[in-house]
């Protein structure tokens, strides 16, 4: 029988060129929001945050950009190398009645080749 | 410094027994957080603990399931009577406990319910 997989949005990129990884989110009241990284069998990494009273945070070759007007989150990754090869998860606390639970996206995969 | 453990890291076990996994958070952080990940999928939500209040389980999907954090440190995450579709990663979290911190993970248990 056909087997059903489940598949990531992935963004390929060469080794060198920027990467942009995008994220819509929808609950308005939102006002905290994070990018992880997930290696192969390891557990999420923290990268950036950034509060909805900042719309740009930059951290080393990092910049996350929130458009709240639009419910939208980037993260930029300058000069991508090999080791940012990963599952990228945006996260945000909107639908947390106390703001503590995460709440993440399906994640993109970012395969950076040489 | 050390960050979040968690045991076993990987957990192999038969339909119907209990399993128990175990985190350690980070030295100092009041809140704890445990997140369910299936194969390809973001992170779900199943319970935060803070300090010495009464936890939130408003993400445990059934009676089933049931954490415990003793003495404010340590936190077991208990699954009775497992099922195959308990499989995933269970991940566990902690940050210093303000509402918009940081949340670290650990590495995750993989649990394979056969």
């Known amino acids: 029988g056909e087997s059903v997989g489940l598949h990531l949005p992935t963004l390929s990129v060469q080794e060198g060129d920027n990467s942009i990884i995008n994220c819509a989110y929808s609950?308005?009241?939102?006002?905290?929001f994070i990018w992880y990284k997930q290696e192969s069998g390891k557990g999420p990494q923290f990268i950036i945050d950034i509060r909805s009273n900042m719309d740009k945070r930059q951290g080393q070759r990092v910049t996350v950009l929130l458009n709240k007007t639009v419910k939208h989150l980037s993260l930029q990754i300058a000069a991508t190398q090999p080791g940012d090869s990963a599952v990228y998860f945006c996260a945000e606390n909107g639908n947390s009645n106390s703001g503590y639970a995460l709440n993440f996206g399906k994640g993109t995969s970012l395969l950076v080749t040489p | 410094g050390a960050g979040v453990s968690q045991s076993p890291s990987n957990k192999v076990t038969e339909k119907g027994k209990d399993v128990e996994l175990r985190c350690d958070p980070i030295?100092?952080?009041?809140?704890l957080y445990w997140y369910r990940q299936s194969l390809g999928q973001g992170l779900e939500f199943l319970i935060y603990f803070q300090g010495n209040s009464a936890p939130d389980k408003s993400g445990l999907p059934s009676d089933r399931f049931s954490a415990e954090r003793t003495g404010g440190s340590v936190s077991t995450l208990t699954i009775q009577r497992t099922q195959q579709e308990d499989s995933a990663v269970y991940l566990c979290?902690?940050?210093?406990?303000?509402?918009?911190?940081?949340?670290?993970f650990g590495p995750g248990t993989r649990l394979l319910v056969l």
């Open positions: 979290a902690s940050s210093k406990g303000a509402s918009r911190e940081t949340q670290y």
């Open positions: 609950n308005s009241a939102s006002d905290y």
């Open positions: 030295s100092g952080h009041t809140a």
